[in-house]
């Protein structure tokens, strides 16, 4: 049986602890590992929505001018498919990002990545990363990916709009419900939302399957005997509030056509067409680029449990993201473990907080309020929901996002829903 993720539901809290100063940790060039040679060539796999990553780069070319670096991003679901399809393979890279969850294990089961235990005695990682941190990187006892930031999901709002309607972030769902039905009525586009590509939809499905079941689901699902199956009644209680949201027209028109990676979601946020928008913490980034004049109007809230539910609304989805791994195709294991530590590395790590992203290494600071805020809410939750596209099998995963995605275009039942999922689940697990 494929190995499943060690720890499903994480708590916050540990995600971000540090066990000792950054001062104490080597940075990426105190310990070569011996990359170095005449004509070496690395290829890197990374997201498009990462500027820092040329940066890492550029410092590992500087300290080994005998290596290049190809440098490949690509969009969210693009990526997706091109690791799916290059891993293991000559085209394929030699460094790349990764979410963790079931896709790093089975590359694991599959001997398709290289563990990295050295690296992280070499250069102190275990000081520099939580215990917790490092785990989500892990599978079968040995240390796979290593980590540069953690996200999560939350509900963003514009604050000129909610203050022109005299609204304040909602606490229980109740007044969530409200708020959808108070900015429609002003002429707004309740919350924008693009889910062709069904991700995210599913960050939805995440959260208020938490929030109904409590933080039972998240810890057991992936393993072979979880104690909430899908059919539960709290998991169609979940569904029931998709319903719900999309009943109250709480989205945009067309929203399960729209793609998210183009931006067309994030637009109708920027341009005040729509009062919220339910995204990860990346959002910040993504504003910083895209629309600056943003940040100065734009707050988040959790989404808010209701009376029954058996989660609290500081319960959230997110991970360690991203992680960067080592293909066990490389020609050049020395070297992309060496470029590896240039992309976690402390400096890496303060360039992720200077773009709106939550740090992990041990000591790196956060001098904006708006990310620390967001730092402050991970910390304080009980618990994370992993991101469930990543956290189940594939086969599961893939089910998963086609009734989530029916769910939201009223194609599928709530009953239906879950007894689909449980379906694949039990083949699985037969």
Request: proline share 6%; with cysteine.
């Amino acid at each position: 049986m494929t190995p499943r993720p060690k720890k499903l539901g994480i708590a916050l809290a540990a995600i971000l602890a540090t066990t000792a100063l950054a001062g104490c940790v080597p940075t990426a060039g105190d310990s070569a590992s011996g990359g170095g040679g005449d004509g070496k060539t690395l290829d890197l796999w990374y997201l498009s929505d990462n500027p820092t990553v040329p940066d890492a780069v550029k410092r590992f070319e500087e300290a080994n001018p005998d290596i290049k670096v190809n440098m490949t991003d690509t969009v969210n679901d693009q990526y997706k498919t091109k690791l799916r399809v290059g891993l293991g393979t000559p085209n394929g890279p030699d460094v790349f990002l990764t979410w963790g969850g079931a896709s790093l294990n089975e590359a694991a089961a599959s001997n398709l990545v290289v563990p990295v235990d050295d690296l992280v005695e070499d250069k102190g990682y275990k000081d520099a990363f939580s215990e917790a941190v490092l785990a989500q990187g892990s599978a079968d006892g040995k240390q796979y990916a290593l980590p540069s930031a953690v996200e999560a999901s939350m509900v963003w709002y514009n604050t000129e709009i909610f203050d022109e309607l005299g609204l304040t972030p909602p606490t229980t769902w109740d007044e969530f419900m409200s708020v959808i039905a108070a900015t429609k009525a002003g002429g707004y586009t309740p919350i924008a939302m693009a889910n062709a590509t069904q991700w995210p939809g599913s960050q939805w499905w995440s959260e208020l399957v938490a929030l109904s079941c409590g933080p039972d689901f998240w810890a057991t699902i992936a393993t072979p005997d979880p104690k909430i199956q899908f059919t539960d009644p709290c998991v169609i209680e979940a569904h029931k509030k998709i319903q719900e949201l999309t009943a109250a027209g709480a989205f945009n028109d067309g929203f399960n056509g729209l793609d998210y990676d183009s931006g067309e979601s994030r637009q109708l946020f920027y341009a005040g067409t729509a009062a919220m928008n339910h995204m990860g913490n990346w959002t910040v980034s993504s504003a910083r680029e895209e629309a600056p004049e943003m940040l100065e109007k734009m707050d988040f809230f959790t989404v808010p449990a209701w009376d029954g539910a058996k989660g609290t609304s500081d319960m959230m989805t997110g991970g360690v993201s991203p992680m960067y791994a080592i293909s066990a195709s490389t020609d050049n294991p020395d070297a992309a473990k060496e470029l590896l530590s240039y992309l976690v590395d402390e400096q890496a790590s303060a360039e992720m907080a200077g773009i709106g992203r939550v740090p992990v290494y041990a000591g790196v600071g956060i001098d904006d309020p708006l990310v620390q805020k967001v730092s402050d809410a991970i910390s304080n939750a009980p618990a994370i929901a992993a991101w469930p596209d990543q956290l189940l099998a594939p086969e599961l995963s893939t089910e998963m996002l086609v009734q989530v995605q029916s769910l939201f275009g009223g194609d599928a039942t709530s009953e239906g829903a879950a007894e689909a999922m449980q379906a694949v689940f039990d083949k699985l697990n037969g």
